[in-house]
């Protein structure tokens, strides 16, 4: 389930840069790569602590009587 959604994010960003290319608007992204790579790092900081949270509740399942 949770690389359905990386792989989802990750297709919406692509249709979404593809439609303002068409529309020939600006891409609501940042211009520096600095700031995409901050854009970048928030996005898996947040997949990461999913997947963290994730596996920590099966853990504490396996545990319970």
């Known amino acids: 389930m949770c690389c359905k959604k ?12 593809f439609v303002c290319q068409l529309a ?3 891409v609501p992204a940042p211009p520096v790569l600095g ?7 928030t996005s898996c900081g947040y ?3 999913g ?3 994730q596996r920590r509740e099966q853990a ?3 545990e319970a009587p």
Do not use: N
């Open 51 to 53: 997947l963290y949270l």
């Open 35 to 41: 700031a995409a790579l901050l854009v970048f790092l």
């Open 6 to 17: 990386v792989i989802l994010g990750l297709l919406l960003a692509f249709v979404v840069g």
């Open 24 to 26: 020939r608007i600006p």
């Open 47 to 49: 997949w990461l602590t």
């Open 60 to 62: 504490e399942k396996r």
